[in-house]
């Protein structure tokens, strides 16, 4: 059980080059010549989208330990 944990761990911890741009925002964008602004807005925009999964996946493990927990106490 151990194991998967470790995994979903580092594959969470893992780095993915990610592109959360619409096509209007890259447009204007990329039309600049400094695209250091374009991609601090789409790490920006990762950021901003990956905090509720993560909040989601943290309380889905609660429940599901307190669930087993519960159920466990049950069986004996």
Do not use: H, W
């Amino acid at each position: 059980m151990k194991k998967k944990y470790i995994l979903l761990l580092i594959i969470m911890l893992s780095v993915f080059s990610l592109e959360a741009q619409c096509a209007m925002c890259r447009a204007v964008l990329e039309s600049e010549s400094d695209l250091s602004q374009a991609k601090g807005v789409n790490n920006g925009i990762v950021y901003l989208m990956a905090i509720p999964y993560i909040l989601v996946a943290t309380l889905g493990i609660f429940i599901y330990k307190k669930y087993n927990k519960k159920t466990a106490e049950k069986k004996v």
